[in-house]
């Protein structure tokens, strides 16, 4: 039976309960339950809460770096003294949006990362004033589905916005050009650089085909999977040219790099602390989005330059004399990214995968297969390898596979054991770590019961 709709103040101070009472019982930080019982008491509640922001709904969506590009966009936001709300821990389901509203405490604007499924859903419920697009890669087959299913919900969803709204979306992404570019009001970013890109389609690719024709792309320049300088030679569609484009990017392994823009302000230098051609996307995606704002130009920058990494994507802890590295392994995509990014590094890699498939990390991990870990073994630096999680014996076999000798590997499904074998083995080192998402969450639930970090939901 449906419930009424309770008063809006009656509603959200039972939902605001129910958050205390989560946090207070160890259960979480309180993020999801309360919009999950305030959308069931008063149905209407995010789209009244949205409209009562004067400064309008920014929302962030993609497969990967969504999470990254919202802080860095906060960054900036906060620089211009703007009183944001956001769901700063992650969660980007209307649940989530839903809580991180109940506490917006008179802000001035919005800003949510989307889980790329609930992004439509919080286009209706939102109205935002600025979307941006960011990729489209294939995660999570048995939630989302085949990519064109996902792509498809995009389309519609991008059709039915107001014109008024600001779409910011990812050139070098075929699917989210084709999508976005029809908009009447739009900011197209992308990298340039050509000393990031390589000449072929990885295998792993995954938007290989025209949407309108499809016909196989031609690309030109590849950076990430199937990201870069395409077209279609049969019906003539083609990247469109970035409005705001990395027209350098220099990598410094995890110590970060240096990016230098063109955009319709004039150029941009920025210096970041992340690492890898997936965070130059993402501060170039931040810069446009920041552009599309009005905010100064000057100022984005300064406030990006300060920005750490977000809680597991490119994270460090110190644990003793070792320092870990956690870099969020979810898809073939980031994952083949994450390598290449390791590998930018000098010295042995001491490596710790962790392998889960829950409902929040995808029940199917033949993705695994996808992968390059042979390039880790090609290079013959992989020094120690140890694999966890509730799939760790799937991994191992995919390392073995790869050709990885498996009396030289640690197999411990308990995060805490096979954290304990890979420090064991890394000594006073680096060790990396490549957690599925659930599995980020273990491992930081040890690492906070250790006292060596804050509870996931605390924002940093």
């Given at each position: ?12 101070g ?51 770096g ?68 960011m ?7 048995d ?72 016909t ?33 990017v ?11 823009l063109?955009t ?67 898809n ?11 590998l ?25 297969w ?48 096979a ?17 599925t ?24």
């Amino acid at each position: 039976m449906r419930v009424p709709s309770l008063p809006r103040g009656v509603a959200a101070g039972l939902a605001r309960g129910a958050g205390r009472l989560s946090q207070g019982l160890g259960k979480g930080g309180g993020t999801t339950l309360p919009g999950l019982v305030l959308n069931r008491l008063r149905p209407n509640a995010t789209a009244e809460m949205a409209g009562a922001i004067a400064g309008g709904v920014i929302l962030i969506s993609g497969t990967n770096g969504k999470t990254t590009t919202a802080r860095l966009v906060r960054a900036v936001l906060d620089a211009s003294g703007a009183k944001v709300v956001a769901n700063t821990a992650g969660s980007n389901l209307e649940r989530g949006v839903a809580s991180a509203l109940l506490n917006a405490g008179g802000a001035e604007m919005a800003l949510f990362e989307a889980d790329e499924a609930a992004l439509p859903g919080l286009i209706e419920q939102t109205r935002p004033r600025v979307v941006a697009l960011m990729n489209l890669f294939r995660d999570q087959l048995d939630r989302y589905g085949e990519l064109e299913h996902l792509a498809q919900r995009w389309s519609e969803a991008v059709a039915g916005l107001d014109p008024a709204t600001i779409v910011v979306y990812n050139a070098d992404d075929p699917a989210v050009a084709e999508i976005a570019a029809p908009h009447p009001n739009t900011v197209s970013y992308g990298i340039d650089d050509a000393r990031v890109g390589r000449d072929r389609l990885p295998h792993a690719a995954d938007a290989t085909e025209c949407r309108r024709c499809g016909t196989r792309l031609r690309h030109e320049m590849v950076t990430i999977a199937h990201l870069g300088r395409w077209c279609c030679p049969s019906c003539g569609l083609a990247r469109p040219q970035p409005e705001v484009a990395a027209t350098r990017v220099e990598l410094h392994g995890m110590g970060g790099q240096r990016l230098a823009l063109a955009t319709p302000c004039g150029p941009i230098e920025l210096s970041l602390r992340l690492p890898g051609t997936h965070n130059a996307y993402n501060a170039v995606a931040a810069t446009a989005t920041a552009l599309a704002l009005g905010l100064a130009p000057e100022s984005i920058g300064p406030a990006l330059a300060r920005r750490q990494a977000a809680f597991g994507r490119a994270e460090r802890t110190s644990v003793g004399d070792a320092r870990l590295t956690t870099l969020l392994a979810k898809n073939p995509a980031g994952a083949n990214e994450n390598i290449r990014t390791m590998l930018l590094e000098g010295g042995a890699l001491h490596l710790l995968v962790l392998l889960n498939d829950r409902t929040a990390d995808g029940q199917d991990v033949s993705w695994i297969w996808d992968v390059d870990y042979e390039l880790l073994l090609h290079s013959d630096r992989l020094a120690s390898l140890t694999v966890g999680g509730d799939r760790a014996h799937d991994m191992a076999l995919r390392f073995r596979y790869a050709g990885f000798d498996p009396d030289e590997m640690s197999v411990a499904p308990s995060v805490s054991a096979a954290l304990d074998a890979a420090l064991a083995d890394c000594g006073a080192g680096d060790l990396y770590v490549l957690p599925t998402y659930t599995a980020l969450l273990e491992l930081q639930a040890v690492l906070a019961g250790r006292g060596l970090a804050p509870a996931f939901w605390e924002d940093r």
